[in-house]
């Protein structure tokens, strides 16, 4: 579902090596951008690999040490690959760029634009620049976007804001927005519900970083965490952006467990259940009799039938995770 890349001023050029691998998991198009005296210079875009590394490094050898760079590769999910829906995109009046890793919940008005390029233009063209990196922004589009996405917003002035941070991982000074890009194809292990946790590549379990490992497992299948936000929103009587925090972070905890252990998934979901009540206020009585509904509705056929799911989706996801 994309990579970003976020380096700040100073930091070291990315590898080759590491572009390759970045390129390799997201190639549908990559784009950069980094802000030097007052205005931020955009490149986009990249659809061959030495394009990218041609331009990149060579702008990050020159600029590096006094600009902040953001990075984006795409992997296509809404839309065409296009230069409209390569990433960043301008924003803030044309005084910023943003790059996003996830899918959004919005309405797209064009079946040849993504999901991202229709919030772009909704909700953060025609915002000022300083209001684009403040604390409240940032706070008001982790709300909007949810906790399983993340945006990089990069100012004329060089400001940058990471909104969901901690859903990314920091590696040599740079800000990665996941950590299953960065895993070549050599090193990457299958899950199945039958056989577990297997090592595909020559290097096994030692060959990755602590965050590859399973008791470690950090990311989910994202497909299938959004077709999940957005059932247990419609049961909830609201849409995946009206989610609390709260029950943004127990339906990804939940989506993770069914991942990691599918048999059990009635039980999953029932906690899930129990724990969107015990979260809700006295006088929310549709939040509360939607959690119910989670618990009557949700059969053994359809815990059977996001099973068989997570059987085929995920893991073909988790192959890309590890």
């Not at 065409?80 to 959004?104: D, F, L, M, S, Y």
């Not at 922004?137 to 004329?156: E, F, H, P, T």
Request: proline content about 4%; glycine content about 8%; aromatic content about 8%.
């Amino acid at each position: 579902m994309c990579i970003i890349a976020y380096q700040p001023a100073g930091s070291e050029t990315l590898t080759e090596a590491r572009i390759r691998t970045l390129w390799a998991n997201n190639p549908d198009g990559a784009g950069y951008a980094f802000a030097l005296n007052g205005e931020v210079i955009l490149r986009k875009p990249f659809w061959h690999l030495r394009d990218l590394l041609k331009a990149y490094r060579s702008d990050h050898a020159e600029f590096g040490k006094v600009a902040p760079f953001v990075v984006h590769l795409r992997v296509a999910t809404h839309g065409g690959k296009t230069e409209q829906n390569t990433h960043p995109h301008i924003v803030g009046r044309g005084r910023a760029v943003v790059a996003h890793n996830g899918i959004i919940s919005c309405k797209i008005p064009d079946p040849t634009m993504s999901d991202t390029v229709a919030f772009c233009r909704a909700q953060l063209a025609r915002v000022r620049m300083h209001k684009l990196v403040a604390q409240p922004m940032r706070d008001d589009l982790s709300r909007q976007i949810g906790a399983q996405n993340k945006l990089v917003i990069l100012a004329a002035d060089g400001a940058v804001s990471i909104v969901n941070e901690r859903g990314g991982v920091w590696e040599g000074g740079c800000w990665y927005s996941n950590s299953y890009s960065l895993i070549s194809s050599s090193d990457r292990f299958s899950w199945s519900p039958r056989g577990g946790y297997k090592p595909e590549g020559r290097k096994g379990w030692k060959g990755a970083p602590r965050y590859y490992q399973p008791r470690s497992f950090i990311e989910t299948d994202n497909l299938g965490l959004e077709r999940m936000r957005q059932r247990i929103a419609q049961t909830l009587g609201c849409t995946p952006a009206e989610l609390t925090d709260d029950e943004e972070q127990m339906i990804e905890a939940a989506a993770m467990d069914i991942s990691t252990d599918p048999e059990n998934v009635g039980a999953i979901l029932d906690d899930l259940a129990d724990d969107i009540i015990s979260g809700c206020s006295e006088d929310d009585d549709d939040r509360d009799s939607g959690a119910l509904m989670l618990m009557t509705e949700w059969t053994d056929a359809q815990g059977r039938e996001w099973e068989e799911y997570m059987d085929v989706h995920g893991r073909l996801s988790v192959r890309r995770v590890f």
